[in-house]
């Protein structure tokens, strides 16, 4: 089956530079995808990462280790809008996507 | 372009009575997926439609079950409904063979089992 874990919280103050990490365990592994979701509201696709290294898109960037099983998610200065619930989900095949329980992050002044 | 529309937004019903959820994706994709978002366990994967047929399902009980048109809309029913069957009901979908499997996702519907 598969796992994965991240923080269940995180918070950080506006402009501030936070990482929400990702570590999954899975059989059969073909990319690393991270969902927004604001209190509420439908998920929304950031980004996704199917080899190893750094995407960079605007102010939030994807890191993925496939030797690691391992991924994060680099959101730059910070913007009180920025506050909501953050999910890293594996594709292992089938076109299905595992997600993680997610980490809520919250923005302060 | 329009996006995923769920409907009912909310919907009650008692224990033992069963409940139809629908889903209407962007024009132009064929995938359906239908998640249930239970409160702090995240999204958990229920069940995936392609081209009119059940092309996935996860770990969930039989009386979870659904159906795809040939629109490409879908129907999750919900049968012999439970108390912990209170969640919100995700639908999303996503233009199968990209290689990110973006799913664009619905308002969801909110479910209460009293």
């Known amino acids: 089956g598969q796992s994965l874990e991240q923080p269940s919280e995180v918070t950080a103050v506006e402009g501030a530079i936070v990482q929400i990490n990702c570590t999954y365990q899975t059989s059969g592994f073909y990319g690393l995808s991270w969902y927004q979701q604001h209190d509420g509201g439908a998920p929304t696709f950031l980004s996704y990462n199917a080899l190893d290294g750094l995407e960079e898109t605007g102010r939030f960037s994807s890191f993925l280790s496939r030797s690691d099983s391992y991924g994060y998610l680099l959101l730059q200065e910070l913007q009180m809008k920025d506050s909501a619930s953050y999910f890293c989900a594996v594709r292992s095949g089938y076109s299905t996507l595992t997600f993680g329980k997610g980490t809520m992050l919250l923005v302060s002044p | 372009e329009a996006g995923v529309t769920q409907s009912p937004t909310h919907l009650i019903k008692t224990r033992g009575q069963q409940a139809t959820l629908r889903c209407s994706p962007i024009?132009?994709?064929?995938?359906v997926y239908w998640y249930q978002q239970a409160l702090g366990l995240g999204l958990q994967f229920l069940l995936w439609?392609?081209?009119?047929?059940?092309?996935n399902r996860g770990n969930f009980p039989p009386r979870f079950s659904g159906r795809q048109f040939p629109n490409y809309s879908s129907e999750l029913n919900v049968n012999a409904l439970e108390l912990e069957d209170s969640a919100l009901y995700l639908c999303?979908?996503?233009?199968?063979?990209?290689?990110?499997?973006?799913?664009?996702f619905g308002p969801g519907t909110r479910l209460t089992v009293l």
């Open positions: 024009s132009g994709h064929t995938s």
């Open positions: 439609y392609d081209e009119g047929e059940e092309r």
């Open positions: 999303a979908s996503s233009l199968r063979g990209r290689e990110n499997n973006e799913q664009f």
